[in-house]
């Protein structure tokens, strides 16, 4: 009775709190439209209301102080405008599920406060809170410790609370579907309660499902590096998501979305987080891919993409030369090399219509006349300097040749009126002619001074082979493993590469930071965090670089060193160690989460045996069905299994993923399937999810995690090279509820240390390839 009567007091409570959301949001409504008034007044009478008077000196500065004056305020009312609409849009949030947590304390001087938690702050009509947003100082009680004696910091200092109850909520349209007490931070109760409702299109919003550890990411200001070693399934991304929340939250006054940028692994995980930040009262930060950052500074070459490097199995190349540009050891050669070739610097002859207007020799000897004193960046950029001028005296000797007279007398009337202004006269034919002649000159030029202006008389990739040519005399290559056969060989392939206008993943920061060094760095000072996703598949090298460019931000790493599937095989243990070693030990934090909470007790128990690493992955006490395992004697026999399979977890599932090794794999898979069932074929040109059966390749899938998995074709054949161990673990570990491995023949060796009873096997009795 007590209980029934609690529950029916805080739904009173709800449903008071959505009567002030809405009256709130009435009132915010009639605001909203009143500044957008405003600001479309401000605008169609801007200059109206401008003093413009250009007579004296003084009456300029005061038309320019006009001007501004107005400008600010139209800037004013339009920030008010967007703040208000950002709120309406949390205010219909909050009529769903207004709050999920409530702690109530007494502070030092006996004053006792129920406490509700939610996405956004809440006040009644006495300027009380009726919720405090998740983010504010007060609530971090609600994520850390127990009952008892809690402190938390606010901006005046630490202050001490007697916490007396710890109650969540689960809320649905306005209704309490879940409510408990617990003495822990986070009870395993919610946590069943959202993970066991499986997996929408969308990432979970699981702000009431925090643990300790993730709290203590969310809420680290200090660090220059955060680094997150994770289980998978562990929450690691839901809980950095929730970081950039708390830090725009935490920072509102000077950081906004725009000065946080976000590396994710690919377009589809970018597509998968998309409603996540504004799910937690947030716009979205920027989004991008490594491919696509370094791709937009590569000018006319493309970056060969991670994918692409896993699809093309010959370009993996030989181990050492992998290891070596993965390590930081050639970005500390370039700066050396820069020093000794300054006499060797590539250009290329500047041409117009066929012919040599400024030969690279000419380019040469202009570039030895500049200052020693100047650094590279800066001759460079007085050799440009002096390339335009020498252009401009070239102008004059070719608007006199034959090509610029007949093209002068072939102008139509339209090009003549479009050279000429109207109000143009001239005294006489030779003027005329002179001056088309000159002005049609200049426009042909414009394309070549632009060329100028972005040092298109520089043979940067001419200069990034001859740095390559020049390794064997900077370091010596058989400390790492390397012939000079080798690496001629790699070179040459370099060679072939760039002449197709491609560059390998591990070449791009080593030919960026070659350009850099000498045409200028132009860091990007205002971006004040960046966030790293799967930080396994980056090398030392990578984040060197990254760092180069975001000189003033604070680094979030995240990952598991369990699912690197794209970097050389020995690198897993030292890789934590040369991350780490790139940042000052004193302003670095580590926290790792081993427990996993995505799949079931029987899915992580499977996936635990086959990455064989027990003491980083602690398993959730959530039971479920044990995974099966399906051989075939045939790929058609396993298409028809997989076919059965799909069907029957449809039944039972949203989101079903059919996972292949390669692209290849599954185009196979997938024409197999389509005109037998509805499936949908992932790839790189179509990166979105949607319930119902995809099919896609491992590599789009890390990251993401569906209701039910079925691994596409896991036998020997497939899987047989102990470095894909982490592969077939990342496979396996996307799946949340339900888990089946199909396999052409024997099983991959990789599953020879799963026991018997952590599977199910169906049919015949299962054969693992003994290796």
Known sequence: MEETQEWQNEQARVERTLQQVEREEARLKTSVESVKGEASTIRENFWEDVRVNLSEPDDVEETTISIRQQEMFLRERERSYQHSEKQLAVFDKMKNSPYFARIDVEDEEGECEQVYIGISSLLDE?????????????????????????????????????VSLKRQFLIKKAIIQAMFDTNEAIGDEMLQEVLGSGSNVQMKNIVATIQQEQNQIIRDTRSALLFVQGAAGSGKTSAVLQRIAYLLYRFREGVDETQ???????????????????????????????????????????????????????????????????????FEQLPIYLKKVQKQLQFKDIRFRGEVLISKERIRRLFDEQP???????????????????????????????WVTDAVELLSEEEYRALVPGHLEFQGFDEEADYLAKKMIRLKFRRLHKRIDRYGFFHQKQQFVHFMQSVPQLIDLADHGITEA????????????????????????????????????????????????????????????????????????????????????????????EMLALFQAEKTKLIELKKSYRSTYEITEFTRAIIQDQDRIVPFERHGEL??????????????????????????????????????????????????????????????????????????????????????????????????????????????HRLVVTANGAFSRLFGQVEKERFEAVGEEIIVHEG
């Not at 100047?374 to 001028?389: G, N, V, Y």
């Not at 196979?668 to 499936?679: A, E, F, G």
Request: overall charge negative.
């Open 372 to 402: 020693d004193h100047l650094k590279l960046p800066e001759k460079m950029k007085a050799l440009s300097k002096a390339l335009r001028e020498e252009l401009y005296v070239i102008a004059q000797s070719e608007a006199k040749k034959d």
């Open 627 to 736: 995974p099966q395992m399906v051989q075939s004697a045939s790929y058609v026999q396993m298409m028809d299994q997989i076919l059965e399979k799909a069907e029957e977890l449809r039944q039972k599932s949203g989101m079903v993923a059919i996972i292949g090794k390669d692209q290849e794999a599954c185009g196979n898979c997938y024409l197999s399937l389509y005109k037998k069932m509805d499936v949908k074929l992932i790839h790189l040109e179509n990166q979105k999810l949607a319930d119902g059966v995809m099919i896609i390749p491992s590599y789009l899938a890390k990251g993401l995690e569906f209701d039910s998995v079925i691994v596409l074709d896991a036998s020997d054949e497939t899987y047989h090279s102990e470095n894909e161990r982490t592969l077939v673990y990342t496979i396996c570990s996307r799946a949340m």
């Open 126 to 162: 006495e300027d009380q809170f009726l919720i405090y947003d998740w983010r504010a100082p007060i609530s971090s009680v609600y994520y850390d410790g127990q009952k008892g004696l809690s402190t938390y910091q606010t901006p005046d200092g630490k202050l001490t609370v007697d």
């Open 486 to 577: 080798e690496w001629r060989q790699e070179v040459k392939q370099l060679v072939e590469r760039l002449n197709k206008k491609q560059l390998s993943q591990e070449d791009a920061v080593f030919y960026l930071e070659l350009q850099d060094q000498i045409l200028g760095k132009h860091p990007n000072r205002a971006m004040r965090f960046v966030f790293i996703d799967e930080i396994q598949d980056y090398t030392p090298a990578q984040i060197l670089y990254i760092q180069s460019i975001f000189p003033s931000s604070r680094f979030t790493m995240l990952g598991d060193l369990n699912q690197a599937i794209f970097q050389a095989d020995d690198r897993k243990g030292g890789l934590l160690a």
């Open 260 to 330: 946080m940028i976000i590396f994710s692994p690919n377009r589809l995980f970018n597509h998968y987080i998309s409603n996540v930040l504004p799910e937690l009262g947030e716009k979205n930060m920027v989004q991008s891919t490594f491919q696509d950052f370094v791709d937009s500074r590569l000018g006319d070459l493309r970056v060969e993409s991670l994918f692409e490097q896993f699809e093309n199995k010959a370009s993996t190349g030989q181990l050492g030369i992998r290891r070596l540009k993965e390590q930081q050891v050639l």
